[in-house]
């Protein structure tokens, strides 16, 4: 066999070639448009994610007060809206909730995006331990917050006597696949809060990146709807004056109403004027949307919702107008922008605020603070300042102002349920269907929603018990 | 029909085939022999190599002239001439004393003296263990080469629908390999409807394919590893043979009539009968609020149809009781107004032409060879065309006797319109009696008035907004969408002989493509108008266009570049003449990287090239006061780009003893950087061992009628890789347009446990031919076992991932079949010859682990794949129970508990397996019939045994009404089958076909549309026989050929998709049987 010289030099260029590209570094290139997050900037991020991080939709809630008006073909088109819109006792909505519910699926999704963040903060590179411990504040601030809802929504509202012995939600403290998680009792997720709040507290500023990031403002405003939740007057109140000192802003709808005169008050032109309660409103402490993300209009209340509305509310005259589509007359929403709807704002915190002064029996102070806000709304030439020399008085005027200011969030359904547990502030709802009184009682077991199907079927690593039984 | 093709490879291969039995003495003088060399058929063949050997070696060569005669010069007696022919047996002799010889040639179609080529090496099919399907130019001559999707159709056993041996993966790709002349060639183009860069099929010249190889088995394709779960189909381009300078030219012509379904849809009479219905069943037109009623609802244009409208206009008063029943009538009698105006005034009959011109020359050391293809193709939608020209160059040149290069460019340019308008889908809603052109020969005009609610159309006036009617026949032309790609593949290859049976070979190919789009949406258009109004804003009582008014011009440019580097030392001795070995190692590294570009330019002046700045960060946050208009960070930029890396080393041996008896193996070991750092999962090879009896070859096999009978058996493991899985924590990032920032989200959670997906290939075949190889064929049973295989599983609503599912490797999967190829020559006479062949292939799946369940009941009907039920197959079709029509004339379905209702059952145990999608049963038949210059032939397609969900019912489906503020009954052109719907109790008896239930009845729900849809009586057999591609062809006599220096001549004409039959009219029209067939006229020349 004869052989070539220059051949056999090829030989070991093709050798050593061999071995040269099994250098790992060829490998180790990463994709583009998405990352391995490693620096806290990386983590940061995952606040800024408003569809994933800050989504509260608590339509079920809202259904049942009958805030939100619901056509006929919608509510023959969703079971389950219909039978919380109707106050159907006998429906089982444990069947009809028999897919997600947005309400517990975006709740845990912002839940395990802050696990995420306080688990992997604190050995996040670039950056110092103060800014590491700010972010891991923020997080427990939004977790603390997720929890609150998810425990206002599907458990029974907080009673100190038995608290303790109600089951609860779910409480997940870790975001890996597989993770572990235990329900607990009422009172065990109120402590958990108020635990996560005081570890954040001491890191949180007045002045936060965003409106999507807790500042002190929120942690104090968020303190004082906790305590109030749990009939904790006192230190409701001390939280409230706190969270006022930090931002105590009204955005005047009066003002809002002159500027905008001519569209609010055409009645049959339709043309949204842009809302001013998006991220930047000057009442927010922290914004969260409600159960959309993106700029939209709101959902339309009914007739009779509008007319629960004081005469010359200039923020409700802008909100909604009257209008009649085939055969249903009904007040469909003429602003458009972006909504506050799970986040926190200052016209709450002057209502928690005038509750707990009328709770300890300051009626005229009580109703300073309600004025406050009222002043904003209602139109001077309608606007009277309103007294009170009874708790019950004050309290039937707080209420009104906040289930109207509040309306299209959770808070009107928390703080029914809340009242619902005192007997001079019970209420039955009733409306007249089709010529039929229909009603909804204090002790229904409507007022405590039903897990959806896909959490109680994929429960992964725990159990989920029902805290209704239909 | 003869082409003048050699292989070089071909060439090689003679060597191995000395006959050594009759040596004889050596004469020192130079002489010559020539002679004549005919098929079986004593026609002459043109163009076949005749080579000169001597002591092992070639010295020279000829070709046969167009009469097929031959003259060579030899120097010894006992020298030995070697006569080849693509296609033919090649034949041997040692001269001796002859000087005329003359050679009747044998086919080896229908015979296993072929080579099968991986593209790694080339192997003769006699020595191969693994599972090949070939086929070859003869066969793809029947057909038009337009795209390389069809061309397999029907070829191959078991490959059916773009897949082969069925679907292996869960979440991997599941298309096969495609690899070019001995490179793999994942054509990623830009898809300017989805947006996206997408793994295409390679481009090249259709008509210099020499053949096509299937690798189905692990012994075919392990040595492509990680990438050769679903197969490999390698492409072989044509060489030039030795001689004169070859010419070819090819031109076909390809027409195919416009054709819309119209025949199945409901006509404007039972239009019109709907929508009194609708009407008559409307409770709010019987009451004394009827008037009032009928006017909110044309104010608010809820249904914007002429039927409703004028029905609505007397309730008000408007018209009369007579108008309107003429009115009604007139409408009623219009037939398919609409769909006849769209055939004659938008859209044109289909037309293709393609040209081909090729020529090549080959010398003894040096091989050439270049090819131009250009195509012009004009679509159904009037503006919707394109035109490519490809080039291909190849060289092979023999530098020394020890080393060879090859180098190869192809490139390809493309340009093409897209029409962005369809006036099937005008942006308003039509009814058939609708027109697009006016009694008056005008253009029909869609009304801004008629479609939207009062309060919007007032807006336009009041806040004077643009104009928002559409005028479809303008809008045509409008907006069109180009593309401008070019694409280049260049390769080197340097072979270097450091011994006969040693050589070295690197090579090297590089791939560069850009896809250029642009699309200018002038500002004339609806498309443009609508924009700019919906972004429009109102400040201080003046409306402020956020959007100038002006032409929108949006660009993307596209970018790929790949290349491959491969080195690898070849080993081929035999010793002692029986123990034949054949190894090879190797190493390959490969680099594929993709860009995309999006940019949008408004208020552009495509003269002056100028544009206007826009606030796009305001934009974004919503401005929109009038129809709330959306403005996404894309919507003014956005970029991509993608680079995979993988570093391969590869080895393979064969051994053979005596040709009896085969042994091959088979490593592989793949990484890359898809798995980043958990490279642990990286090393594990992939693998495959073959074993091979040529029992034909042993001495006892002494049956005359066996030509051939080969054993052959194997067994590895092919791998997959799903590109965009990966084992670390990933999140993606993005502009916050609200609080601004980098906003991120977290898209895939740790998941440490992910690697390759592993199938096991056990393959059986025999490979038989009988009869003087008049029949032949290949038995081949196989049994894929696919194991780690990804699949999904539900993310935990409490774990915060209720909505998306995540992939771990628990799936397993088998896929067993048997695939049957025969082929007979029937008649083979001078004059006449009839030829078939049948291809039958049989496929089972069948789920055999998962660990999933569907969470929610209606995710195992929407996404079955993603929630196989174990021991169905992988792609299934899940329904309800149907239990027939209520008393009402409502679907009903039977839940888990066999109760009959009319509300979606909840529970997964009233959802049942509906069948498979993939054809149980596929092959195909197809016959050659050639009377003197004349051929026939034709081939039918059958696939059986899979169902279908037929999606065109005949009821009404539901959509969400803006100016309703609610869901609506989407009262529209539908299965004209509604005709025969429940209508009055006791119709229940006779029909499956639900009553109406329009919006406004107490009946009205979502579940009776879903109940309905996802029943089992809508899952229909998709069966089908289809007579995909008949030719009749006439070559032109050769004394008529020789005069105007012509070496053959063929004319041909093929119907393509003549027919197709199926089960029911809904699965005919579901498989595009009702599409027209294309009518293809050829003609072809050799010079």
Known sequence: MKTNIFPIKLLFVFVLSLSFTACNDYLDILPKGERIPTTLSDFEALLRDEYGTHRLDASNAINLLNDRYQTIANLNYYPLTKANYMWDENANRIELNNSDETMYYASYASISTCNLIIEHAPTATESTDAERNEVIAYAKVLRAINYFYLVNFYAETYQENNAATKNAVPLITNANIGASYQQLTVKGIYDFILNDMQEALPFLKSESPTPLHPNLGTAYAFYARVYLQMSNYTKALEYANLALAENGQLYDWTT????????????????????????????NYYFRHGASSYSSTENPISVERKAKFEDGDARAAARWKVRTVGTETYCVSTTRGFFNAGGITTTEVYLIKAECLARSGKYSEAMNELNKVREKRILSEKYVPLTASTEEKAIEYIRRTKDNELILTIIPFADARRYNTETKYARTLSKVVDGQTISLSPASHMWTMPFPMGAIKNPGNGTIIQNVSK | MKKIVAFSIFMIFILFNIDKADAQNNTKSEFTVSGIVTDEDQLPIIGAVISVKRDGKITGGTTTDSDGHYTINARSESDSLIFSYLGYIPRNYIIGGRRVLNVEMRSSITGLDEVVVTGYQTISKERATGSFSKVTSGTLDKQRLSDLNTLLEGQVAGFTGGLLRGTTSMYGTTQPLYVVDGFPIENVRYDAYTGNATEGLPELNMEDIESITVLKDAAATSI???????????????????????????????FSPYSYYKDGLTNSGDIIDIEREWASNNKSLQGTDAPAYAQRMLDSNIYPTQGITSILNYYTGKISETELEQKLNTLSAQGYSYYNDVEKYAKRNPFYQQYNLSVGKTTDNNMFKASITYRDNKQADRYTDDQSIGVNITNNLEVTKWLKLDIGTYNYYQKQNKQSYDALSPGYKYMPYDVLKNTDGSNYTSLASSRLTKDNYALISDYGLYNMDITPLNE??????????????????????????????????????????????????????????NMASRTNNTTVFNIPYGNIYNTVDFYSKAYTLRQQLNFDKTFGQKHQVTALIGNEVRENKYEISNNTLFNYDPDILSYTLIDAATLAKGVSPFWGGTFYSSDIASRSEVTNRFVSYYGNAAYSYDDKYLFTGSLRWDRSNLWGTASKYQNKPIWSTGLGWNIDKESFMTIGWIDRLKLRTSYGIGGNIAKDKAPYMVAYYSTNANVGGTQGSISSRPNPSLSWEKTTTTNIGIDFALFKNRLSGTIEYYNKYGKDL????????????GYSTYQINNGEMRNRGVEITLSGDIIRTKDFTLNSTLIYGYNKNKVTYVNVEAPVYYLQIDYPTAYPRIGNPYQAIYAY??????????????????????????????????????????????????????DLSFMLIYET????????????????????????????????????????????????IPRIIFAESPFYSSDLYSIYANADINVIDAANLRLSNISLSYSIPRNICQKVFLRNARLQFNIENLFTLAKSDEAKYLLGGYNSPNYVWGLYLNF
């Not at chain 1, 569209?263 to 049959?268: C, G, S």
């Not at chain 2, 990804?790 to 991932?801: A, N, Y």
Request: hydrophobic residues 30%; aromatic residues 12%.
């Open chain 1, 256 to 283: 809002y109403y002159s500027e905008n005169k001519t569209q609010i008050e055409t009645p049959d032109s339709y043309t949204t004027t842009a809302s001013p309660t998006g991220h930047y409103y000057i009442e």
């Open chain 2, 224 to 254: 492509y590893g990680a990438r050769a779960a679903n197969g490999v189909v390698v492409i072989i381009t044509k060489k030039a043979s030795k001689g004169k300078v070859q010419v070819s030219f090819s031109s076909t012509f390809t």
């Open chain 2, 476 to 533: 045509l032309g409008l907006n069109r969408a180009k593309t401008n790609s070019f694409q280049n593949r260049t390769y080197g290859r340097l072979n270097i002989a450091f011994a006969e049976w040693l050589n070295f070979s690197s090579m090297f190919q590089y791939e560069y493509g850009s896809d250029q789009y642009s699309k200018l949406s002038t500002k004339d258009s609806y498309a443009v108008r609508s924009r700019v109004n």
């Open chain 2, 790 to 801: 990804l699949s999904s599983t539900m993310g935990v609503p409490t774990e915060g991932f």
């Open chain 2, 881 to 934: 129970k149907w239990a027939g029509l209520s008393a009402d004339g409502l679907p009903q379905v039977y839940n888990e508990k066999g109760d009959v209702v009319s509300s979606v059952p909840t529970s997964l145990d009233a959802i049942v397996y509906a069948g498979t999608t993939v054809p149980v049963h596929s092959g195909s038949f197809s016959s050659n019939i050639r009377y003197k210059d004349f």
């Open chain 2, 945 to 992: 045994g899979h169902k279908m969900r037929n999606t065109f019912l005949p009821t009404l489906g539901t959509s969400y009404s803006s100016a309703a503020y609610s869901y609506i009954t989407n009262i529209t052109a539908t299965n004209k089958d509604i005709v025969n719907r429940w209508r009055t109790p006791g119709d229940e008896a006779h029909t499956n």
